[in-house]
């Protein structure tokens, strides 16, 4: 048999997989508590569904980094404190980030978020670590293409300069 063979869960971590594993649990913690605050922030219905599935995607995530983590003997990171509940009109209207705010936010969260998990893959020497990360990076990409849909849909979406006419060949 070959070099880390077997069940890859039978296998060690490396000290770079412990370290992004923990580093992606902490961050999905992060993710449950801001996207939580933004959630109270955003008033229109179809941007809190989809914050709604951000923070189950990253409850998921923590959940399955941490038992990871367990498995091997590593403390996962610790939870920030659940955010206490509040009202949509209990924030002052200029304090409230708005909707075509917190739109853009979510999405560039999103992308560094693929980034991550691609790094992750690419580092991985256990198969099913590598797995894990390309089902999230699959997520990310699914939320990364509602979250896209739901600003053009809304009008939040500002891009980039556009290339309307596009200059014409010259023949050399």
């Known amino acids: 048999m070959g070099i880390l063979s077997g ?4 296998n060690p971590l490396h000290y770079g997989e412990i370290y992004d ?3 992606f649990s902490m961050v999905a913690k992060g993710c449950i508590s ?3 605050a933004l959630k109270i922030h955003a008033g229109d219905k179809d941007l ?3 914050l709604d599935q951000c923070i189950d995607q990253a409850k998921l995530e923590a ?3 941490d038992e990871i983590l367990k498995e091997n003997g590593i403390a996962p990171p610790p939870s920030p404190p659940a955010r206490p509940e509040a009202r949509w009109e209990d924030i002052p209207a200029g304090a409230r980030f708005a ?3 917190i739109a853009p936010m979510v999405a560039a969260d999103g992308a560094a ?3 991550a998990c691609s790094q992750i893959m690419g580092k ?3 198969e099913d670590v590598g797995a894990l990360f390309a089902k999230y990076h699959a997520t990310k990409t699914a939320n990364g293409l509602k979250i896209l849909r739901i600003s053009k849909e809304k009008g939040w979406l500002v891009p980039p300069p556009l290339q309307i006419k596009r200059p014409e060949a010259v023949e050399v």
Request: hydrophobic share 20%.
């Open 99 to 101: 909707d075509n705010e």
């Open 48 to 50: 809190k569904k989809h």
């Open 63 to 65: 959940e399955e980094c």
């Open 124 to 126: 991985s020497i256990r």
């Open 21 to 23: 594993i923990w580093q």
């Open 113 to 115: 978020g693929l980034v």
């Open 7 to 10: 069940n890859p869960k039978d």
């Open 34 to 36: 801001t996207y939580s």
